[in-house]
């Protein structure tokens, strides 16, 4: 019996034995052909790089930062502007905007303030001055001054810079000036006038905050949105341009508008934050805002200017209330601290001075005074 498999096959470490020699070369050239081929194809490739695996995370596109919108650059458009409309006042031949700035004490930050005040009223074309006072100046001397600016014809917008020192009464100081040239938009009757929907002097930062939610093309009718911070002259009148009739004669944004403070629990907070499309921080707390605080695409807007000790440079910085680079990885849109909401500020001021240089003419300083008194 012959050695091998099942009867009929021969065992399979022979099976090459049964091939003839004539087809066993034609084979071997094939294979060796196609060995050198793939031999050179890989080594092109190597030249080229390492192989590209892809995978589905390799596919999805990485969600985008934040846009960081530049208060500088829509600051630099709306000095323009207020440049362009000063020409042609004086062009028509007006006498050309005033600015008087009183100034109480020596703080640092706010002779900074005044000087960016009165740099951009030059740039625009607006004259202007800077009255300084020590800090003891006593109250009734400081209204006596507001009265005589009040009176000057030649002056067209005062503000007097704030904060004042503790013995003096900021409300009332801010009351003495006259409403017609309050370019800040701090006297009661501009405050009443804002709320009713009514063209009035609008204070500088509420404004640059609406301007800048507008010129960058920020929803806001219908739209959720967050104030944090109920200051006077800054979180009260932002909320009330965000949320009123954009029908009525001082337009608003038609939004759905929730206002925190001091009081609002943090967790609170939060719960009104994740589902707000606009966020305005104003409450003047670092990092108060923070990203699991927001939902994805927000838009974020920091007002605020704290200064803090920054331990690896040893030295003050300024920063918002907002946790800029968590936040910006989540949000749609953000503005920085600083060069968001602070040059826009200096910018409205230009623009309620120009207001009042021509309120002047339309309203008469005796008609101002007796509707302020009555």
Not at 140 to 167: A, F, T
Not at 250 to 272: F, M, N
Not at 273 to 295: C, E, Q
Not at 306 to 316: A, E, W
Request: glycine share 8%; hydrophobic share 40%; net charge positive.
């Amino acid at each position: 019996m012959r050695a091998g498999g099942p009867a009929g096959h021969p065992p399979a470490g022979h099976l090459a034995s049964r091939v003839p020699r004539s087809t066993l070369n034609p084979l071997w050239r094939i294979s060796i052909t196609l060995l050198f081929f793939f031999l050179l194809l890989n080594e092109q490739l190597q030249a080229r790089g390492p192989a590209l695996h892809v995978t589905a995370s390799d596919t999805a596109p990485a969600e985008p930062d934040a846009v960081v919108i530049s208060g500088r650059k829509l600051a630099q458009q709306v000095r323009e502007e207020a440049r362009v409309d000063v020409e042609d006042w004086v062009a028509a031949g007006n006498r050309r905007p005033h600015l008087s700035v009183v100034l109480v004490g020596n703080s640092a930050a706010s002779h900074s303030y005044v000087l960016n005040k009165t740099r951009a009223a030059a740039a625009v074309g607006i004259s202007s001055e800077t009255i300084l006072k020590p800090s003891n100046i006593g109250e009734e001397e400081l209204l006596d001054l507001i009265h005589k600016l009040n009176s000057d014809h030649r002056v067209d917008g005062l503000l007097v810079q704030l904060p004042l020192p503790e013995h003096i009464d900021e409300r009332r100081v801010c009351n003495a000036v006259s409403p017609d040239k309050d370019v800040d938009g701090f006297h009661v009757v501009n405050v009443g006038r804002m709320c009713l929907d009514q063209s009035a002097m609008l204070p500088a930062t509420p404004w640059g905050v609406w301007e800048i939610i507008k010129r960058t093309g920020i929803p806001t009718l219908g739209k959720n949105v967050v104030v944090a911070g109920r200051s006077k002259n800054v979180g009260m009148p932002i909320a009330m341009l965000l949320h009123t009739d954009g029908r009525h004669e001082r337009p608003g944004g038609d939004a759905t508008v929730t206002i925190s403070h001091r009081y609002t629990p943090k967790e609170q907070l939060s719960q009104h934050t994740k589902i707000a499309d606009i966020i305005v921080a104003a409450a003047g707390i670092p990092n108060l805002i923070t990203a699991d605080m927001i939902k994805e695409g927000a838009a974020v807007i920091d007002v605020g200017i704290n200064r803090i000790h920054d331990p690896l440079t040893g030295k003050d910085r300024l920063v918002g209330d907002v946790d800029f680079e968590g936040v910006r990885r989540k949000a749609g849109f953000i503005t920085p601290v600083p060069g968001g909401v602070g040059p826009m500020t200096v910018a409205m001021l230009m623009k309620n001075t120009i207001k009042a240089a021509k309120n002047v003419l339309v309203n008469p300083p005796e008609r101002v005074r007796m509707v302020a008194s009555s």
